[in-house]
C-alpha cells in the first residue's frame, strides 16, 4: 500500500516536472515597461510557438539568481538584466552563455556580431534595450527660461528649486563631472583618480541641500508632478509616459544623459534550457527589438533595430524624439562604463553613503 | 471617645444613578456617629457599595450632599477625604514590600522617616504581623494580606475607615477569626467604621449598628440585637437570621395586640406599626422561640403535623405542616433530646404573642 | 507493555515536531548559514590551490618571483577557460577595487597570447597593477579561508601591508556611524512610540468593554494594511507639497517658503516608522495594563496620593513589564526595518539595513552582509541580557 502511494506521488512529480517545461518563467522589471515586453515580445513567442510563458517581477540585482544556482533549483528561465549586473553574473558563472552566432541577424544579412554596438552586450546576454537616464523638468516651474543643458541641474542660482537625485552613485559621479565640464570621453578616467571623484562629490556637495532623494523608479515623474522638486534625475521612458500618456508638462534635457543598455539572461541549470534560448532568440531580431518602442521610449541597442522604430501603438505619435537612441538626442550622451563600475561599484557605494550621512 | 451621639457623616437626601435612567439610590438618608461601627448589610446589588464609593469619593451622587463633621465634601477629591479604606481584594500594591505599602500612605504625606517606622511598627503590632515588613504580598497568605491591607488603611490614622467585604474571599474560619480582630482593633483605636458586607452573621459580629439595604433603600438602621428582635420590615425579619412567615388578614385589633386569620387558623400577634382590620399582613415568628407541647400560657397554639427532621447537632430542625402550609420550622436546643417525637407524628407546639410579629406584607 | 509516561513524552514530541521542524529549516539553518559566511571564504582558497601555495612562501616586501608569476598566470588562464576566474576576481576586488578587471584582462591576454619569455615581464606590461606589492597581497589576504575581513569591514576597519589592523580611510568609513545613527533613530522611534501608545494602553485597558473594542479596532486597522500603502500615503501627507504642509501654510502657521522638510530625511524615517510599530507598542502595553486592578489607583487615591503620585508610584511600576516588553520589541524590529525608511529616509534617514540589503541584492557580498547582520544580532543579543538584568524576562509579557 505505502509502495504503491510512494509510486503515485513519483508519478505525479514527474508529470508536473513535465508539465513546467512547457511553461517558460520570464523575470522582468513589472509597470509599463514590463507591459511592454508583454505586448511587444510574450505575446507574439506564445502566437508562433505555443509555448506558455508567465511573467513575473522583480527588482533588480543578481541575490535571486544566486540563491536559485547555489541551491540547484532554478525556477527563472529568461531574466530581463542591465547590462552590469549581466557581466557580474557571467563573470560569476551564474548565468549561460549567450553566443552571437546563435543571435538572429539583421533584416539585410547582416551578422548579429556586427549588429550590436561595441561593448554594449554582455556574453550572456540576448536582446538589448537601450534606456538613458536624463534630466527633466516641471515646465510649469519655469515660466521664464528653461534649463536645457546638465549644468543647469547644479545651478541653483539661475534656476533655483529642489533637486531629485536617485540615491546611488552610479550616473551622479558622471553627471557631477559632465557638469564641471569634464569631457564626455574623458569621464571615465577621470573617476579613476582619487582627484577625480573628489571633484565628483565637491560637484555633488554644491546641490547637496536642496536634493531630495529617489529610490525607485516610480518616484521622480510623481515628485516633479506634486512639485516636491522643480528638476529630476529619472529614468527617460517613465517620464515618456508621464508626457504622452499623463500629459504632464515634464520636458527631458537631452544633455550629457548616461546610455545604459540591458538584455536578457539565463540563469545557469534552468531545466528549460531550449525554450529560454528559443524565447531569446526570438525576442533579439531587430524587429522583436523595435517592437518595444512601439509601446516605450526605450531604444533596440542594434543598429538595424533602431532604424525600424515608427510610432507609438496606442497614440500614434511619432517615437524617434523621445528614444535615447536618437540621433539628436545623441549628441551628448555618455555611454555608461560597466566596467569601470564592475571594478569601483562597491567602493563607491561606500564614498557615497559616507558622503549622504556628511 | 466622643460621645455616642456625636454625628459624623450624613448622607442627606443622596440618589444615585450611572446611565441616568435607572436609580441605583432613589433617596438616601443616613447618619453615621462618631467611633461607632456601622455596618451596611444588604444582597449584591443592594446598593451598598455604591454607597460606600460615594462617601470614599470614587462615585459623585446625583443629587443630595454627603457632609463629614459638618462640612460638604462635594468637591473634594479622594485623597482628600481622610479616610481609610479596605478593598475586597486587599489592593496591596505587589511591587512593594508589606513595609513599603504601610509607608505609602505616609509618605505621600511627607511624614519623617523616624516617626514613618514608629507608625509602621505600630500598625504591624495591631493586626500581630511584626517581622513581616521586608515580605511581599505575593509571599503571604490571604488572611496576613488582609491584615496588611488593614493596617494600611490605619497607619495615617485616618477620620474614617471604609471596608468593602473585606472579608469575602477567606475561607469561613478565618472569616470569623479576622471578625474578632476586627471588632477589637476598632474598639480599640475608636476609629469610625463604615463597613459593607452581604453575609449578615459577619454584620451582627462587628457592628454596633447595622444598616440594612435591599433595592436601593435603607430598611432599617438599627443594633444587632434590635434587628434581630424587632425587625419593622418583612426585608428584615426575612433576612436577619431564620424567620418562619405567615400571610394572613387582620381580623380584630385591640391596642398593639391584633388577630390575624392564617389559613383556617387564628392567630394572636404584636403589631409592629398599627394595622388596619382587614388589612394584609405578615407573621414573623423566630424558629427558636417556637415549643413543643406548650403550656397554657402560650396565646397562640397549633396543630402540627411532622414532615421531617434534620439533626444539627447543638439544636435540632423540624419541618412541619401548619394551617396546610409546609415548611414551618421548630428550632429544639439539644439538650431535650428528640423529645420522643418521630417524622410523620402529629404534635401540637406554640408561641407567645410577643414572640410573633405582624408586618406589612410587602409582597406584590 | 508501553510505558505509558515514555509513550506520553513521545506524543509531545511527536506534536511539538513539526514547529521544531519548521524553524530549524526556515530559521536556525539559514542564521548559523549566514553565521559561517560571515568569518568562512572557500571561493578563492579552492581555485586558486597553486598560487596561494607560492605565495605563502614569498615575503610579501619585494614582487614575488618569476616563478610565482609564472605559476598564477597559468592558473588565471586555466580559471578564466572554465568560467571560474569572474568570481575569484570579485572577491579579490573587494580588497583592492580593479582587481576584477586586472585579473580577468590578464587571464585573457595571457591566454590568447601565452608569453614566450618572462610571464612577469609580459604581465606587468599588460596591467601594471601586477607591479604593485598590494595586488600580490590582496590575493593572498583574499585566498584566507577563514578570515576576520568582513567584520574588520564592518567594523570600518581594515588590515595594513603587514596585516595590522587600521582605520579604513576617513571617506570610507561608514558602518560604525550608520550602526550608531540606526540605535539612535531606534531609540527615539521607541521613546516616541511609547511616548504615544502608553494613554492610548490606558484607554484601551480601563475604558467600558464596547469602547475599548472600537479603540483596538482603530488600533488593528493600520495593523492589517500593507505596509507600502501606509507608506506611501505619508509621503502624500507629509511631502513639500503634501496636505500637512499645505495645511499649515493655508492656516498661516507658516509661510509658502518655509514649509516643513518632514519627509525625505530622518523626521520622515521617524514619523513613518512610529506609525508602522505602534501596535507593537500598545498590544504589549494593554496586555499588562488589564491585568493592574483599576482598585490600585483608588486604593492609593484612599490612601491619600494624588494623581500623579499613583501614577508614579503605583501604576507606572507595575506596567514596567509591558513597556520593557513594548520597548524592547518595536526597538528591535526598528533596528531591522528596511522599506519605510528606504522610502522616506532621504539622505539622513537610512539604517543599516540599507547597507545589508545592498550588500545583499546589488554587491553579493554576502560574507559583509553576513558580518553586519551578525553585529546588530550580537548587540540586539546584548540588549536583551541587560534588560533581562533590568527588568527580568519572566515579568515582561508580550500579549
Avoid at chain 3, 246 to 262: F, N
Avoid at chain 3, 388 to 398: H, T, Y
Wanted: proline content about 6%; overall charge negative; hydrophobic content about 45%.
Amino acid at each position: 500500500m505505502r509502495n504503491i502511494s510512494l509510486l503515485s506521488s513519483l508519478l505525479l512529480a514527474a508529470f508536473s516536472a513535465t508539465a513546467a517545461a512547457q511553461t517558460l518563467t520570464l523575470v522582468s522589471w513589472g509597470g509599463s515597461y514590463g507591459r511592454s515586453v508583454e505586448r511587444a515580445w510574450v505575446e507574439p513567442f506564445i502566437e508562433e510557438t505555443g509555448i506558455e510563458v508567465q511573467i513575473e517581477d522583480y527588482n533588480g540585482g543578481l541575490a535571486q539568481i544566486r540563491a536559485q544556482v547555489e541551491s540547484g533549483n532554478v525556477f527563472w528561465d529568461v531574466v530581463d538584466m542591465p547590462t552590469p549586473d549581466a557581466v557580474r553574473g557571467c563573470d560569476e558563472g551564474l548565468l549561460e552563455f549567450v553566443p552571437v552566432e546563435e543571435l538572429p541577424p539583421a533584416p539585410d544579412g547582416t551578422p548579429a556580431a556586427e549588429d550590436y554596438p561595441p561593448g554594449s552586450r554582455s556574453d550572456c546576454a540576448g536582446g538589448g534595450i537601450a534606456s538613458a537616464t536624463i534630466v527633466a523638468y516641471n515646465d510649469e516651474l519655469f515660466p521664464g527660461a528653461k534649463p536645457s543643458t546638465l549644468e543647469d541641474y547644479f545651478d541653483l542660482d539661475k534656476f533655483p528649486g529642489r533637486r531629485g537625485m536617485r540615491r546611488v552613485p552610479v550616473v551622479n559621479l558622471e553627471f557631477a563631472l559632465i557638469a564641471d565640464g569634464v569631457p564626455l570621453d574623458d569621464v571615465y578616467r577621470t573617476l579613476g583618480t582619487d582627484e577625480g571623484i573628489a571633484r565628483a562629490f565637491a560637484k555633488l556637495d554644491t546641490i547637496k541641500d536642496q536634493i531630495v532623494f529617489w529610490e525607485a523608479g516610480a518616484q521622480p515623474p510623481q515628485m516633479l508632478a506634486d512639485q516636491e522638486v522643480v528638476m529630476t534625475t529619472a529614468y527617460n521612458g517613465r517620464v515618456f509616459n508621464a508626457q504622452i500618456l499623463e500629459n504632464q508638462p515634464f520636458t527631458i534635457i537631452w544633455d550629457g544623459q548616461v546610455q545604459e543598455a540591458s538584455g536578457l539572461v539565463i540563469p545557469l541549470g534552468t531545466p528549460r534550457l531550449d525554450i529560454a534560448r528559443q524565447f531569446i532568440e526570438f525576442a533579439s531580431s531587430a524587429q522583436s527589438l523595435a517592437a518595444i518602442s512601439k509601446y516605450i521610449s526605450y531604444s533596440p541597442t542594434r543598429y538595424s533595430g533602431n532604424a525600424l522604430v515608427s510610432t507609438h501603438e496606442d497614440t500614434g505619435i511619432e517615437m524617434a524624439p523621445h528614444m535615447p537612441a536618437a540621433e539628436q538626442n545623441m549628441r551628448r550622451a555618455l555611454h555608461s562604463d560597466w566596467v569601470w563600475w564592475a571594478d569601483n561599484r562597491d567602493e563607491m557605494n561606500e564614498r557615497f553613503a559616507v558622503w549622504l550621512t556628511r | 471617645m466622643s460621645s455616642a451621639t456625636d454625628t459624623q457623616i450624613e448622607f442627606i437626601d443622596i440618589s444615585k444613578s450611572y446611565d441616568g435612567k435607572t436609580m441605583v439610590l432613589p433617596n438616601l438618608n443616613m447618619s453615621v456617629r462618631r467611633g461607632e461601627f456601622l455596618t451596611l448589610l444588604g444582597p449584591s446589588g443592594s446598593g451598598k457599595t455604591t454607597c460606600l464609593m460615594m462617601l470614599a469619593g470614587f462615585e459623585t451622587p446625583t443629587s443630595g450632599e454627603i457632609r463629614v463633621n459638618g462640612e460638604s465634601v462635594h468637591n473634594l477629591p479622594p485623597q482628600k477625604r481622610d479616610m481609610g479604606m479596605v478593598f475586597q481584594n486587599y489592593a496591596l500594591f505587589p511591587h512593594m514590600t508589606v513595609g513599603r505599602n504601610l509607608s505609602f500612605p505616609l509618605e505621600v504625606r511627607g511624614m519623617a522617616p523616624e516617626e514613618r517606622t514608629r507608625r509602621i511598627q505600630r500598625a504591624l503590632e495591631i493586626v500581630r504581623l511584626e517581622g513581616y515588613g521586608d515580605r511581599r504580598p505575593g509571599q503571604l497568605s490571604g488572611g496576613q494580606q488582609q491584615r496588611v491591607a488593614i493596617a494600611r488603611a490605619l497607619v495615617f490614622e485616618p477620620g474614617v475607615v471604609l471596608m468593602d467585604e473585606p472579608l469575602g474571599a477567606l475561607d469561613r474560619r478565618l472569616r470569623e477569626q479576622l471578625q474578632l480582630e476586627i471588632r477589637s482593633i476598632q474598639r480599640e483605636l475608636g476609629v469610625t467604621m463604615v463597613y459593607v458586607t452581604h453575609d449578615q452573621q459577619e454584620a451582627m459580629t462587628l457592628s454596633d449598628r447595622i444598616a440594612v439595604f435591599n433595592d436601593g433603600e435603607i430598611q432599617q438602621v438599627a443594633a444587632p440585637e434590635t434587628l434581630y428582635e424587632e425587625p419593622v420590615r418583612e426585608f428584615v425579619a426575612r433576612f436577619v437570621g431564620d424567620n418562619n412567615l405567615l400571610r394572613g388578614t387582620v381580623q380584630t385589633v385591640d391596642g398593639e395586640i391584633c388577630k390575624v386569620q392564617v389559613g383556617d387558623g387564628l392567630v394572636e400577634a404584636f403589631m409592629v406599626e398599627p394595622l388596619e382590620v382587614g388589612a394584609r399582613t405578615v407573621l414573623a415568628i423566630r424558629p427558636e422561640r417556637v415549643v413543643l407541647s406548650p403550656s397554657m400560657e402560650y396565646s397562640n397554639t397549633v396543630d402540627a403535623h411532622i414532615d421531617d427532621m434534620v439533626f444539627l447537632g447543638d439544636h435540632l430542625r423540624v419541618h412541619v405542616t401548619i394551617f396546610e402550609q409546609p415548611d414551618f420550622v421548630v428550632k429544639i436546643p439539644n439538650f431535650i433530646g428528640q423529645g420522643g417525637i418521630l417524622p410523620g407524628d402529629s404534635v401540637r407546639i406554640g408561641w407567645t404573642v410577643i414572640d410573633c410579629r405582624a408586618l406589612p406584607d410587602e409582597s406584590p | 507493555m508501553v510505558n505509558p509516561m515514555t509513550d506520553k513524552r513521545l506524543r509531545a514530541a511527536l506534536l511539538a515536531a513539526p514547529l521544531v521542524i519548521f524553524v530549524a529549516v526556515t530559521f536556525l539553518a539559514p542564521l548559523a548559514l549566514m553565521l559561517v559566511r560571515s568569518v568562512y571564504e572557500p571561493a578563492v582558497a579552492d581555485s586558486l590551490p597553486a598560487t596561494l601555495n607560492a605565495l605563502a612562501e614569498w615575503d610579501g616586501r619585494d614582487l614575488p618571483s618569476e616563478e610565482t608569476f609564472r605559476i598564477a598566470g597559468t592558473e588565471f588562464v586555466a580559471l578564466n577557460e572554465v568560467r571560474a576566474l569572474g568570481s575569484v576576481a570579485t572577491r579579490v576586488n573587494r580588497l583592492q577595487s580593479g582587481m576584477r578587471s586586472t585579473l580577468l584582462g590578464t587571464a585573457r591576454r595571457l591566454g590568447n597570447d601565452p608569453p614566450a619569455g618572462s610571464w612577469r615581464d609580459a604581465m606587468i606590461d599588460g596591467d601594471e597593477d601586477w607591479a604593485e606589492v598590494s595586488t600580490w597581497l590582496a590575493i593572498r589576504r583574499a585566498g584566507e579561508r577563514i578570515t576576520p575581513r568582513y567584520y574588520l569591514n564592518a567594523l570600518d576597519l581594515d588590515r595594513g601591508a603587514a596585516g595590522e589592523i587600521v582605520a579604513q580611510p576617513e571617506d570610507r568609513r561608514i558602518y560604525v556611524s550608520l550602526l550608531w545613527r540606526t540605535f539612535l533613530i531606534s531609540a527615539t522611534i521607541t521613546a516616541i512610540s511609547l511616548a504615544l501608545a502608553y494613554p492610548v494602553a490606558w484607554l484601551l485597558a480601563h475604558a467600558r468593554p464596547a469602547r475599548a473594542g472600537m479603540l483596538l479596532l482603530l488600533v488593528l486597522v493600520p495593523f492589517w494594511t500593507s505596509l507600502l500603502v501606509r507608506t506611501t500615503s505619508w509621503i502624500v501627507l507629509l511631502q513639500n507639497q503634501g496636505v500637512i504642509n499645505d495645511l499649515l501654510v493655508v492656516l498661516g502657521i507658516i509661510a509658502d517658503e518655509q514649509r516643513l522638510s518632514l519627509i525625505y530625511n530622518m523626521t520622515g524615517t521617524i514619523i513613518a516608522m512610529v506609525h508602522v510599530l505602534l501596535p507593537f507598542m500598545i498590544l504589549p502595553l494593554y496586555s499588562i495594563m488589564r491585568t493592574i486592578p483599576p482598585r490600585h489607583m483608588q486604593a492609593a487615591a484612599s490612601l491619600g496620593a494624588s494623581f500623579w503620585q499613583s501614577f508614579r508610584r503605583v501604576y507606572w511600576p507595575q506596567s514596567l513589564p509591558g513597556v520593557a516588553a513594548g520597548s524592547l520589541l518595536v526597538f528591535i524590529m526598528s533596528i531591522g526595518f528596511y522599506i519605510t525608511p528606504a522610502l522616506v529616509g532621504g539622505r539622513t534617514g537610512q539604517l543599516i539595513s540599507s547597507m545589508i540589503a545592498y550588500h545583499m541584492e546589488q554587491s553579493l557580498n554576502w560574507g559583509l552582509a553576513a558580518a553586519l547582520g551578525a553585529i546588530l544580532l550580537l548587540l540586539v543579543v546584548l540588549l536583551y541580557l541587560v534588560y533581562n538584568r533590568l527588568v527580568g524576562v519572566d515579568r515582561m509579557r508580550l500579549g
